[in-house]
């Protein structure tokens, strides 16, 4: 295990039995020691540590004390394996063993560790409380020393948060604590008025604190569902309301650098066409013209000679879009229209990207390289 993995998993050891705390043989290091590998060692951490899960399987079970000083906490005791060797041969709990030689240990046996499955992990919920309101700034071990006044406190986990701009991982000012049964836990619940310094602390079963977690995601999940839909729904109605002509679209080629929109819609007016918009920049060489009935371009058909007009000096080809070719222009013209109207929906009303706070006048026009702001993405 590596000083990262230490800090990353940031939880306690098992707090010691009434029978060691008053034993007059062992010094307030045997018992932090004692602690500190019965925590390693236990249900709740040998779990979840993989690395130490690897060690016991090399030697029946038994990992050097030599190892265990490479654990940042118990480093932080002592690195003597001499030191440790002695604090653990005084534990009454009966978890650990150490080798005769006084250079390994293990977990006992007689012992073994339960498997983790539902039930397992349902038990450990049982005892274990949610607390929040301790400072922020507060240490894993500024919390050990608070939890050491209730007895059988067995694993403190600090619950952090991923810091947007720093990318660290703080405290939230919460924990989760478990307790070795149920009762105990019972104790410190029915206790009221828990605090850490001046600051009361809220408590409630862990069990509780998931569910109500739980069902807070599902209420946001279901405003956020319902917000989507009621946006497909509007985006629906709009679509619908802009549904345009069919057999209204021409497609044309052939055109000269000279032409422009203007020359289009005068060569197709004075064919009697009612024209409602033109697809063409200057510079194209094709594009698309939409009249304004349904038909009316089935029906201009016939009025264009060999589907030739000439404009500017050029024989310009229509082509009637039907089938396919005319479903996929109309839609992705649907398309464009509904997301201009809702642009202009939003700034009207003050909710568009460049929006500052006035209505009416002329619209603001963006600085040099000024780009829009980037789309909000909703955290993980």
């Known amino acids: 295990m590596t000083e990262d993995k230490e800090v990353t998993v940031e939880t306690n050891g098992q707090e010691e039995n009434a029978k060691?705390?008053?034993?007059?043989?062992?010094?307030?290091?045997?018992?932090?020691?004692?602690?500190?590998?019965?925590?390693y060692f236990g249900d709740v951490n040998l779990h979840r540590d993989k690395f130490l899960q690897e060690q016991i399987k090399l030697d029946d079970g038994w990992v050097p004390l030599e190892t265990l000083t490479k654990f940042n906490r118990l480093a932080k005791l002592t690195e003597d394996t001499d030191v440790i060797a002695n604090a653990l041969n005084k534990s009454t709990s009966g978890l650990l063993e150490v080798s005769e030689d006084n250079k390994k240990v293990r977990r006992n046996p007689e012992q073994p560790l339960p498997e983790m499955n539902e039930e397992l992990r349902k038990e450990i919920c049982n005892r274990s409380?949610?607390?929040?309101?301790?400072?922020?700034?507060?240490?894993?071990?500024?919390?050990?020393?608070?939890?050491?006044?209730?007895?059988?406190?067995?694993?403190?986990?600090?619950?952090?948060?991923?810091e947007k701009s720093t990318k660290k991982r703080l405290f939230k000012g919460s924990v989760f604590a478990?307790?070795?049964?149920?009762?105990?836990?019972?104790?410190?619940?029915?206790?009221?008025?828990?605090?850490?310094?001046?600051?009361?602390l809220l408590t409630l079963w862990q069990e509780d604190y998931l569910q109500q977690k739980q069902e807070e995601y599902s209420d946001r999940k279901d405003k956020k569902e319902k917000k989507n839909k009621d946006k497909e729904g509007q985006q629906q109605q709009e679509k619908e309301e802009l549904k345009l002509p069919?057999?209204?679209?021409?497609?044309?080629?052939?055109?000269?650098?000279?032409?422009?929109?203007?020359?289009?819609?005068?060569?197709?007016?004075?064919?009697?066409?009612?024209?409602?918009?033109?697809?063409?920049?200057?510079?194209?060489?094709?594009?698309?013209?939409?009249?304004?009935?349904?038909n009316a371009a089935k029906e201009m058909v016939e009025k264009i000679e060999d589907g030739k007009i000439k404009i500017c000096d050029s024989e310009v080809i229509f082509k009637l879009l039907e089938g396919d070719d005319e479903k996929a222009y109309l839609a992705k013209t649907v398309e464009e229209m509904t997301k201009k109207r809702r642009n202009m929906r939003n700034n009207k009303f003050g909710k568009g990207k460049n929006f500052k706070g006035r209505q009416g006048g002329r619209k603001r026009k963006p600085e040099n390289n000024e780009e829009a702001p980037p789309k909000k993405v909703q955290a993980q």
Do not use: P
Request: glycine share 6%; aromatic share 12%; charged share 35%.
């Open 178 to 200: 478990t307790f070795k049964t149920r009762e105990q836990a019972e104790k410190f619940m029915n206790a009221k008025g828990h605090k850490y310094g001046d600051n009361e």
């Open 246 to 294: 069919t057999g209204s679209v021409f497609h044309f080629s052939e055109v000269n650098e000279k032409m422009k929109r203007e020359d289009l819609k005068d060569a197709l007016t004075k064919l009697g066409a009612e024209v409602a918009y033109i697809d063409f920049k200057s510079g194209d060489t094709e594009g698309w013209v939409r009249l304004s009935k349904e």
């Open 20 to 39: 060691i705390e008053n034993s007059e043989d062992e010094t307030e290091l045997d018992i932090a020691i004692i602690r500190q590998v019965e925590y």
């Open 129 to 162: 409380i949610y607390a929040k309101g301790f400072a922020k700034d507060a240490s894993l071990d500024d919390l050990l020393t608070y939890f050491k006044q209730f007895q059988e406190v067995e694993n403190v986990i600090m619950r952090r948060y991923v």
